[in-house]
């Protein structure tokens, strides 16, 4: 039975009979694999470098100063100790200024891997155990070379003149160079002091890193537990560098996308290729049951049959796929700063799985139908529907793959909109298909004989044509979805922004420094409004004490409540801000304890109005009771505040004032002068950060591109699939009208109308559905408002109609050069 079923499946290769089961196979296991052996890799390089990424073997972050007990603990029990501050700061050199990630060591750092320096840009790269001295810094390329400095030039941190020492090229706890907004200046921990830019308000992170052996570490670990405080954290080789995570995995999103809809248009075609062999098979396994074979050992022919096809899929697919993944590594190349360790075998089996479930699920319905099929067929040439049981399977081949969905989307929400979305649109395309195919056989009366005659055939065959409809709609649906939509969603993302939207951020303004900064910004011509901005922590909501455990399912509500908020006051409701629930500040409102919080935070941490949030603000409690809600408009660039309060509320604790405004782009000039005349401002250029981030989406949608190139084989197969099934079922009825006299323009008009009309049906459901699950998409995981493309149903309906009498058209000619005695030999 194995080798008659391994002689039975070359057979049907070369005579074209499995060619397209094979080809929806192999398209999905290689964008599946492709995807996998990919973010395994990546996987396998953050395990392989997981201390590497660390500096040390455990590091303790705050936004605060560590206490000094915790810092002497752990030199008790004889573990490595050292510090680091990172903030991003303003650098002078030579007339040029540059916003930089400064980061300030201790003399110890690394305690882990090593430091790559240079001090010429075409010499290698020397490894250190230590970072720079005092009164030295180190630049990385990115800064040297929007400073256009080298070693041995002084440039101007804060209050302080420090010496370029070297070229920074490798750091251990940088090794993926991922979402930077800012080039790296590093410095000595002991020149902080002099520099001035730590002062309250500043944003700060404060590091300490452990090193030593295991047994210390755990007992460390465990006299730590219960002690952290908010906003404090350990982070160890199991969650470091989330940040680096996050981004790797919201490309993988991305990804994701592209290889769920491969998988969706794999499902449809493997489904058509399946129903084809059945009826094509119908006569000859009629046969071998009139020969002897039992019902069992047909099913056991087959069964084989396409356990051999899987294997071969599976071998051929991984393949390409293995392959397609070394054309990922590269186009996302820019994104990772380390050499990627060979994947191992598990993007494989993920592959081997969606085989599984397309053959076992889409293919064996038809196969167990052909095990039913009744002797009498031989004489009679007919096969009853299927039965329920075989029904069920296409059921359960349909749960299959919605979870085949949720596993390669990568993302609970994308997925599950996404098998919402599909599963929805099956049932309401199928019933569009029937119920446009009942109204076109109420005008079919009029017109050519092409007309009237291929309008007959979609009335007399109405369930196969709604089935190819509907197969049609659900492929471009799908192909339009990620083209079309992907377009809009950037496009509507790239419009957000008007284009005098506040391009220039300014932060760390002091108190003493308010007038001077609001005269510098008004004799340059420029309206902008200094907020003041307090940093506060969330104790208690409602009488009820958070922490990140008190959300344990929620990432973002736990990244949330670590986090400092800011606070600030005012009598007026900012601009780009609307009332959703309550009511804002009642004059006279000064002095008042109330509160109005932006509804997104609200609904993530559960917060109500009449609500009472208790605030921790410079070492004191403030409890404000929740007045109204508020939603923000993000895109607007303006300064935005999660919590404000009346005046008189919060003021008597220290604040920093911050301030938005638009800059052109050919006027760079005023923030060089602004920090010179303040050195402790920090001027951050958005749009500068705007176009990087820019820069990185276009790598990872070059990325999306190439997986779209399976999408796309898989939408021909799917194209090519349901239209071949129609030419199968008209071709004996186009030999008895050939018989009966019809002449070849008019049988080719027929068929030409009728593909016409099932193509145009399926571009206008196929917009329909791409338009409405990609408003869904863009409303519930992108936050965006994605304008109706008007254009997009006509522009479907024609080219789904075009699409199809080009395809059409090759097929037709081979249909009317058979001969009729041929065909109708051959049967329907």
Known sequence: MIVLAWRLLGRELRSGELRLLLAALVVAVAAVSAVGFFADRVRLALDSQAQQLLGGDLILIADHPWPAGIVEEAGRRGLQVAETLTFPSMVQAAGRVQLADIKAVSSNYPLRGSLGVTRARAAPAAAVNAGPPAGMVWLDERLADALQVAPGAMLTLGNSRLRVDAILVQEPDRSFNLFSLAPRLMMNVADIPASGLVQFGSRVTYRVLLAGEARPLSGFRNWLDGRLASGERLEDAQNARPEIRSALERAQRFLGLATLLTVVLAAVAVALAARRYMQRHLDACA????LGMTQRRLIGLHAWLFAWLAVLAIGLGGLLGFFGHFVLSEWLAALLA??????GAWPLLHGAAVVLVLLFGFALPPVLQLSRVPTLRVLRRELGPPTPWLLGGYGLGLLLLAGLMLLVADDRRLGGIAVIGFAGALGVF????????????????????????GMANLSRHAASSSLQIVALAIGLMAMLLL???????LAAWQKASPPDAPNRFVINIQPGQRAEVAASLAAAGIKAELSPMIRARLQKIAGRPVSAASFPEDERAQRLIEREFNLSWRTDLPAANQIVAGRWFAPPATGQAEASVEEGLAKTLGIKLGDELLFMIAGQEKLLRVSSLRKLDWDSMRVNFFVLTPPGVIEDAPASYITSFYQPETDTGFGRQLVAQFPNLTVIDVAAVLRQLQDLVGQVAGAVQFIFLFTLAAGAIVLYAALLSAFDERRYELAVMRALGARRPQLRQAMLAELAVIGGLAGLLAAAGAMALGQLIAWRVFALELPLTVWLPLASLLGGALMAIAIGWLAIRSLLDTPPLQALRAGA
Request: one cysteine or more; charged letters at 20%.
């Open 287 to 290: 046969m071998m049951r009139c």
């Open 483 to 489: 083209t079309v939509t992907r377009g809009e969603l």
């Open 430 to 453: 199928w019933l569009c298909a029937r119920l446009a195919i009942f109204a076109i056989a109420g005008v079919r009366r009029g017109g050519a004989f092409g007309w009237r005659q």
């Open 338 to 343: 380390t050499r990627l360790p060979l994947p």
